[in-house]
C-alpha cells in the first residue's frame, strides 16, 4: 500500500519555464512534508518542507502548496534551471509511538530541464 | 568537516554471502536510518535507530540486521536471506527525539551488486 502517492514520474521542462511536481497521502497522522531534491550518485538533500498548519512555504524558487482538506501538497519550481535537473522526493513523517518518527517517501519524480 | 560518510561507494557480493555496509556520522545524532533505493521506487525503510542499543524495523527489514553499538555507527549487514539485495542504500540522521520536525541527513549512498 502506497502511502504518499506522487506524480508525474518524470518531467520535462524548457529553461525558465515552471517545474510542478504534485503528492497525495491517506494518513491524517503526517504532520510534516519535506521534500527532497538528489542528483545521480549522491544521496537526497532536503529542499524545502512545509507543517500542516500553514498553506504555502516560499524559498527562493521553490514553493510548497499544501491543501490539507484535499491531503494534498505540491512542489513549484519557477523559473526552472538546467542545474535543477535532478531526481525530486516527495515525503510524508509521522509518529509511530514514543519517541520513533518515520518518513514515507513518494516514488520520486525525475526532472530535466532543457536550456 | 561533520556529516554522514558510507563506505565503501561501491561493492560486489557473491550470492549467498553475507556482506556489511558502513555508515558513520559525526553530526551528534540520536538517530540513523537506512533505507533501499530501487529505480522507480523511491526510498524504503530497512531499520532505523531512535538511540544506542535500541533500534526498530522498518517496511522492509527482512533479509537485513543492523547493530547500534556507538552513537556514531549504525551498520547494516545485508544477509543471503535478502532475495534480491542489489540495489543503492542510503544511511541518515537526524537530531532525533525531542521533536517530530527532524530533518534527515543523508549520506552518499552505497551501490550493492551481487554477481
Known amino acids: 500500500q502506497q502511502q504518499v502517492k506522487q506524480s508525474p514520474q518524470s518531467l520535462i521542462v524548457q529553461k525558465g519555464g515552471i517545474s510542478i511536481i504534485n503528492c497525495a497521502y491517506e494518513?491524517?497522522?503526517?504532520?510534516?512534508f519535506p521534500w527532497y531534491q538528489q542528483f545521480p550518485g549522491k544521496g537526497p538533500a532536503l529542499l524545502i518542507a512545509?507543517?500542516?498548519?500553514?498553506s504555502e512555504k516560499k524559498e527562493g524558487r521553490f514553493t510548497i502548496s499544501f491543501n490539507k482538506s484535499a491531503k494534498q501538497f505540491s512542489l513549484h519550481i519557477m523559473d526552472s534551471q538546467p542545474g535543477d535537473s535532478a531526481t525530486y522526493f516527495c515525503?510524508?513523517?509521522?509518529?509511530?509511538?514514543?519517541?520513533?518518527?518515520?518518513?514515507?517517501f513518494g516514488k520520486g519524480t525525475l526532472l530535466t530541464v532543457n536550456p | 568537516d561533520g556529516g554522514i560518510t558510507q563506505s565503501p561507494k561501491y561493492l560486489f557480493r557473491k550470492e549467498g554471502q553475507n556482506v556489511t555496509l558502513s555508515c558513520e556520522q559525526n553530526?551528534?545524532?540520536?538517530?540513523m536510518y537506512w533505507y533501499r533505493q530501487d529505480p522507480g521506487q523511491g526510498l524504503r525503510l530497512i531499520y532505523y535507530?531512535?538511540?544506542?542499543?535500541?533500534?526498530q524495523k522498518g517496511d522492509i527489514a527482512e533479509g537485513y540486521s543492523v547493530s547500534r553499538e556507538k552513537k556514531e555507527s549504525f551498520p547494516l549487514t545485508v544477509t543471503s536471506a535478502q532475495k534480491n539485495p542489489t540495489a543503492f542504500y542510503l544511511c541518515?540522521?537526524?537530531?532525533?527525539?525531542?521533536?517530530?520536525?527532524?530533518?534527515?541527513?543523508f549520506g552518499p549512498g552505497t551501490r550493492l551488486t551481487v554477481l
Open positions: 541518515a540522521s537526524s537530531i532525533g527525539t525531542g521533536s517530530s520536525y527532524n530533518e534527515q541527513f
Open positions: 494518513n491524517t497522522a503526517f504532520d510534516y
Open positions: 512545509i507543517r500542516p498548519d500553514v
Open positions: 515525503a510524508a513523517l509521522e509518529r509511530e509511538g514514543g519517541s520513533n518518527y518515520k518518513l514515507t
Open positions: 553530526l551528534n545524532h540520536d538517530a
Open positions: 535507530s531512535q538511540i544506542v542499543n535500541d533500534f
